[in-house]
């Protein structure tokens, strides 16, 4: 079946840090990939996607790229803020379906 | 903008209770979903629900769950008689009219917390 694995949380970073969360899946068909972000007292948001290989999904700095040959989807940001602490959570979905596949997530902390 | 609400953000249940989660999509979505996170674990899909009637299930979403739409704005989670390993926070989710593209709207989620 489909599934997503993430880094292990959490990430502490110091403001303006460059950050990495890696994100790897194996899918039985083609997958969309996404990355939502959920802030504290939030719920889960969409942050970006993907929907085939090469592309690169980008929303508030973050950037994500589909690499199908290594089926993975890391999330970049150059330098990042106090306000992106969160929990990130890569995901996928097959086909037509609904059925969103989720990693575990990975709290992000920012410190100044 | 539109958000999906959940009530109750909290609620501590004894086991073998029913427990009834409570969600308001967004009012013109179409999809409406369940997920949980057990505590450390993965979100996981238990249910999704379209035109008033389940279109997909999990294996977790065995008898002791049902889903409802019963007026039309509220989409309820029932689990009927609590287990311990159903303490989770649980998400309710919806998407819009379009062919589904995995963007869904989540709620704040509750958290169940069985006894």
């Known amino acids: 079946g489909d599934s997503v694995t993430q880094m292990e949380g959490p990430v502490t970073l110091s403001e303006e840090a460059f950050l990495t969360i890696n994100c790897t899946y194996t899918?039985?068909?083609?997958?969309?990939l996404f990355w939502y972000v959920q802030y504290p007292g939030e719920g889960l948001q969409l942050l970006l996607k993907?929907?085939?290989?090469?592309d690169k999904g980008s929303n508030k700095g973050f950037e994500a790229t589909y690499r199908k040959e290594t089926t993975s989807f890391h999330l970049e940001k150059g330098s990042v803020q106090v306000s992106d602490s969160a929990v990130y959570f890569c995901?996928?979905?097959?086909?037509?379906?609904?059925?969103?596949?989720f990693g575990t997530g990975t709290r992000l902390q920012v410190t100044l | 903008e539109p958000e999906v609400t959940q009530t109750p953000s909290h609620q501590v249940t004894q086991m073998g209770q029913e427990v009834i989660l409570r969600c308001v999509p967004i009012?013109?979505?179409?999809?409406f979903y369940w997920y949980r996170q057990i505590l450390g674990q993965k979100v996981e899909f238990l249910v999704s629900?379209?035109?008033?009637?389940?279109?997909?299930k999990s294996e977790i979403f065995d008898d002791q769950f049902s889903v409802e739409r019963p007026d039309g704005s509220n989409f309820t989670l029932k689990i009927r008689s609590t287990k311990l390993e159903d303490s989770a926070m649980y998400f309710c989710?919806?998407?819009?009219?379009?062919?589904?593209?995995?963007?869904?709207?989540f709620g704040e989620g509750s958290r169940l917390t069985v006894l």
């Open positions: 009012s013109n979505h179409l999809y």
């Open positions: 629900f379209y035109n008033n009637e389940i279109s997909e």
């Open positions: 995901a996928l979905v097959t086909g037509t379906a609904s059925k969103l596949t």
């Open positions: 989710a919806s998407s819009g009219p379009a062919t589904n593209t995995g963007e869904l709207f």
């Open positions: 899918a039985t068909g083609y997958p969309s």
């Open positions: 993907a929907t085939k290989a090469d």
